[in-house]
């Protein structure tokens, strides 16, 4: 090959190389964050399934408690203890918002964090329970497990949808505190003996 032409060629490979390294570590960076979020997602849809294993637990001993089909005439100081439902637990995914706080969307950064705060709410409510833990149904009130399942069922509502619709997350403006949680209840068909929903004016 005639020298000038040697020459431009190492020209175009020294000019070449930096734009190369530039779009290998653009290709890096985006694989990398697709990694990440993946994780996010899958242990977002491990704590709904979780939630949704609670849910069922504490409906069931709710019904055992308070359904008379059910009780099959027991009384309340022979029956018991109730079965413990565990807590809601998180491994990666509150590191993984604060360091891709900006690859979510806004609607997004307004649910993730309610998901952590009703996460929160629901293990407050089981420690209550807890310290009532192998005492017999006459022990705990009538709704002892409302308040927990209903603060679980807006926790799978959101993440069900995080997890369904990721970037293209949404609630929509016509969904209530009662709408969520009847559209869990119903969709899983959980049950609860003697519990009204209502919105809180």
Same mark, same amino acid.
Do not use: C
């Given at each position: 090959?005639? &020298?000038?032409?040697?020459? #431009?060629?190492?020209?175009? =490979?020294?000019?070449?190389? +930096? $734009?190369? *390294?530039?779009?290998?570590?653009?290709?890096?960076?985006?694989?990398?964050?697709?990694?990440?979020?993946?994780?996010?997602?899958?242990?977002?849809?491990?704590?709904?399934?979780?939630? #949704?294993?609670?849910?069922?637990?504490?409906?069931?001993?709710?019904?055992?408690?308070?359904? +008379?089909?059910?009780?099959? /005439?027991?009384? %309340?100081?022979?029956? /018991?203890?109730?079965?413990?439902?565990?807590?809601? &637990?998180?491994?990666?995914?509150?590191?993984?918002?604060?360091?891709?706080?900006?690859?979510?969307?806004?609607? !997004?950064?307004?649910?993730?964090?309610?998901?952590?705060?009703?996460? *929160?709410?629901?293990?407050?409510?089981?420690?209550?329970?807890?310290? #009532?833990? /192998?005492?017999?149904?006459? =022990?705990?009130? %009538?709704?002892?497990?409302? =308040?927990?399942? $209903?603060?679980?069922?807006?926790? $799978?509502?959101?993440?069900?949808?995080? $997890?369904? !619709?990721? &970037?293209?997350?949404?609630?929509?403006?016509?969904?209530?505190?009662?709408?969520?949680? !009847?559209?869990?209840?119903?969709? %899983?068909?959980?049950?609860?003996?003697?519990? &009204?929903?209502? *919105?809180?004016?």
């Amino acid at each position: 090959m005639p &020298e000038p032409f040697s020459w #431009l060629l190492g020209i175009l =490979k020294f000019l070449a190389k +930096p $734009v190369f *390294d530039f779009f290998a570590a653009r290709r890096k960076t985006a694989r990398d964050r697709k990694v990440t979020l993946d994780r996010f997602y899958v242990e977002l849809e491990d704590a709904k399934n979780h939630a #949704l294993e609670s849910m069922k637990l504490l409906a069931n001993e709710h019904n055992r408690r308070n359904d +008379p089909a059910e009780r099959a /005439g027991r009384r %309340w100081d022979r029956y /018991g203890p109730i079965s413990s439902a565990s807590r809601l &637990e998180f491994f990666a995914i509150k590191g993984i918002y604060e360091r891709h706080y900006e690859d979510f969307s806004l609607d !997004q950064r307004r649910a993730i964090p309610k998901v952590f705060l009703f996460a *929160d709410r629901y293990n407050s409510l089981l420690a209550d329970l807890d310290a #009532l833990h /192998g005492e017999m149904f006459s =022990k705990y009130e %009538w709704d002892f497990a409302a =308040k927990p399942v $209903v603060t679980l069922a807006t926790f $799978v509502f959101l993440t069900a949808m995080l $997890v369904e !619709q990721k &970037e293209r997350f949404k609630v929509a403006e016509t969904e209530t505190s009662t709408s969520i949680v !009847q559209k869990v209840l119903d969709g %899983w068909n959980i049950r609860m003996y003697g519990i &009204e929903l209502e *919105d809180a004016e």
